[in-house]
């Protein structure tokens, strides 16, 4: 039972570089456009408009980009758009809390669905604790 | 331009080996412990919790495997489960409630704190979350797993065809 050599130290390698390139692969085109984005006029336009429900997080309204790019896709894509923003400490742990809660929401549901529940009323649990944990860190902090 | 264009390379590649240098051996971590069988140990920590949500004894394997390994490899698991009857449509509703609200602990937290987030209380913070609401709704709210009951029979049946 307890078998443990080069081979599971190889696996992990392995491993670690597949993730490794499946998070680069989507860290470094985010990171380019977010980037480009910060420069050009419309990401102060879209964030001016959502500051009123970052406030309530304690995050800047250019904050809902990352936020909304976790929600749908996945973490490393979410991680790709927040490191242009230089957000301060506070502001990655508030986005970490509520990216951990809710991220991915349409592959992650699809693989709970196969386990053979609905996952409407759960995707609605991680949106809602999300925004609601991003409010008590918020205060926390 | 070129000011912007060298922000984005030197800022994204920096990044990405920051990342690696954590994740790799993590990884490797991880499969230190899938094949110790490690996870007997963590399954036997969570029991009290296990008990605690009202869920029996085989929920901790696919609970603490979702933990570590993600919410994919937990839910193999679970249909594993299923497949052998061990586990009731109850129980499987519950363990998909613990693991969307917490999963590869490891792993999304290393990432995280390798971007610079505070990491210990936003894990303790969601462990206990995910505990906290299996509690709630298996004392105060144990008809709404129940409710969902006849149409995840049906689902769980067209799984195991």
Request: with cysteine; net charge neutral; charged share 10%.
């Amino acid at each position: 039972m307890i078998v443990m050599g080069w081979s599971t130290i190889l696996r992990g390698t392995k491993n670690g570089l597949v993730i490794t390139w499946e998070l680069a692969r989507v860290i470094i085109p985010v990171f380019f456009c977010v980037t480009i984005l910060k420069y050009s006029p419309v990401l102060p336009w879209i964030s001016d408009h959502l500051v009123p429900i970052m406030q309530m997080v304690g995050l800047p309204g250019e904050a809902a980009l990352p936020l909304v790019l976790g929600y749908f896709l996945n973490i490393y894509a979410a991680i790709g758009a927040l490191l242009p923003l230089g957000m301060s400490v506070r502001e990655i742990t508030i986005m970490s809390v509520m990216l951990l809660l809710a991220h991915g929401l349409p592959i992650e549901a699809a693989v709970a669905k196969q386990t053979g529940v609905p996952v409407f009323g759960l995707i609605l649990v991680r949106i809602t604790l999300s925004f609601l944990s991003g409010i008590f860190f918020n205060l926390i902090l | 331009m070129l000011e912007i264009m060298r922000e984005a390379v030197l800022g994204s590649l920096s990044n990405v080996i920051q990342i690696a240098m954590i994740v790799i051996p993590l990884m490797i971590f991880i499969e230190i412990i899938k094949d110790m069988n490690w996870l007997r140990f963590l399954t036997a920590a969570m029991a009290p919790f296990t008990r605690w949500m009202k869920l029996p004894n085989e929920a901790g394997l696919p609970l603490v495997a979702g933990l570590v390994f993600g919410i994919s490899y937990g839910a193999g698991i679970i249909i594993q489960a299923a497949r052998e009857g061990t586990l009731a449509y109850r129980d499987i509703y519950m363990i998909n409630l613990f693991l969307v609200i917490c999963h590869s602990v490891f792993e999304d937290t290393i990432l995280f704190a390798a971007i610079g987030a505070v990491w210990l209380p936003v894990l303790v913070f969601r462990l206990l979350l995910a505990v906290a609401v299996c509690l709630v709704v298996a004392h105060f709210w144990p008809s709404y797993p129940e409710r969902l009951f006849r149409e995840g029979q049906k689902a769980v049946e067209s799984v195991l065809e």
